[in-house]
């Protein structure tokens, strides 16, 4: 049986309607009960930072999906910062894991570059995916930068800044370099990799073949939509001020939107893998993505 974390998220609803799909035996663990039983598919109140509550989740699983984040928390103090809380979380699952005998931990996280400076959510990211690996219980972790999808965070924050602004300032991530992912692509490794024994225990960066800059994904995003925008380089990273007016207009919780624009300075580009030989498919392209999901200037 598969306990799916963050199943009313991006990700998580997502993976939950192709397990749902493949018949398989699924148990959600939410904050509050609000979706209706399916066949095979059940509920279970409950909350990453509250440890009982993941030892009953855990009981009779095999695998778990691990689709958490704490970003959208407000900053009160040190204690109840995302990072904190992040670390608590993911520390509660691997002991009640292991108290249950959970034979593998499945996680999406935030690509990086080790040699860079990291901002603190790649830095959290980072320690959430070293909790794992050092647990001792199996596990598949993918490493995705900015995913195309409605929905999602990284996504809703391109679209605003395309869309809202005929002129765009450029700021010191200019040329910092991303290799963005279609959703379902990303779904499907997430729910293909139950199948495929060569994923346990290792690592993969996930993104289409061609690296962007920002400032290109921005054009090539303005372009399909049919939109002429002005980029205009101005110096310094001006964080808070571009996530105060992109967490205004985006459909985004602000301080989600603060810690992705203080991540703008790492680059996300893949480490070579053999990823296309254990799956047999490669990631559509940014341009494929942007039609599939029917984006049309409005
Ligand atoms: N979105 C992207 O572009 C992207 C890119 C790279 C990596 N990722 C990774 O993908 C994973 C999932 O992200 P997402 O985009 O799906 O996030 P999301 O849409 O914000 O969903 C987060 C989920 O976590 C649940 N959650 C938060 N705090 C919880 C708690 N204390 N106890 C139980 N559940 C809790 C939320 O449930 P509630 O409904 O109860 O709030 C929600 O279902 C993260 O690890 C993220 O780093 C995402």
């Not at 101005?234 to 001020?241: A, H, Y």
């Not at 790492?266 to 030989?277: F, I, Q, T």
Request: net charge positive; glycine share 6%; proline share 4%.
């Amino acid at each position: 049986m598969i306990l799916l974390t963050g199943s009313t998220g991006f990700i998580g609803a997502r993976v939950l309607r192709v397990l749902a799909e493949k018949n398989l035996e699924v148990r959600c663990l939410v904050r509050k009960r609000a979706s209706q039983e399916k066949p095979n598919i059940t509920y279970m109140t409950g909350d990453v930072l509250d440890y009982d509550s993941l030892v009953r989740a855990t009981e009779g699983i095999d695998t778990v999906y691990y689709f958490i984040h704490m970003m959208g928390n407000q900053p009160r103090g040190e204690q109840k910062r995302f990072d904190t809380l992040d670390r608590l979380a993911i520390n509660n699952m691997v002991k009640a894991c292991k108290l249950n005998g959970v034979k593998r931990i499945i996680h999406l996280t935030g690509m990086r570059n080790p040699y860079e400076k990291l901002s603190q959510h790649l830095e959290s990211r980072k320690e959430v995916e070293e909790i794992i690996k050092n647990s001792g219980i199996g596990y598949t972790i993918f490493r995705a930068s900015v995913i195309i999808g409605r929905g999602g965070a990284a996504f809703e924050i391109l679209d605003t800044a395309v869309r809202k602004f005929p002129i765009i300032p450029v700021l010191n991530w200019e040329n910092t370099k991303v290799q963005p992912i279609y959703i379902d692509d990303v779904i499907r490794y997430l729910v293909e990799c139950l199948d495929r024994k060569e994923t346990l225990n290792r690592c993969f960066d996930i993104g289409s073949s061609k690296i962007f800059t920002y400032k290109e994904l921005m054009q090539q995003y303005a372009e399909e939509l049919g939109l002429k925008r002005r980029f205009i380089s101005i110096p310094g990273s001006w964080n808070r001020l571009s996530a105060a007016v992109l967490g205004k207009f985006a459909p985004v919780n602000p301080n989600v939107v603060y810690w992705l624009v203080e991540s703008l300075q790492n680059n996300m580009v893949c480490e070579p893998n053999d990823l296309k030989k254990i799956f047999g498919f490669e990631p559509i392209s940014f341009k494929e993505s942007i039609r599939k999901i029917g984006i049309v200037n409005k």
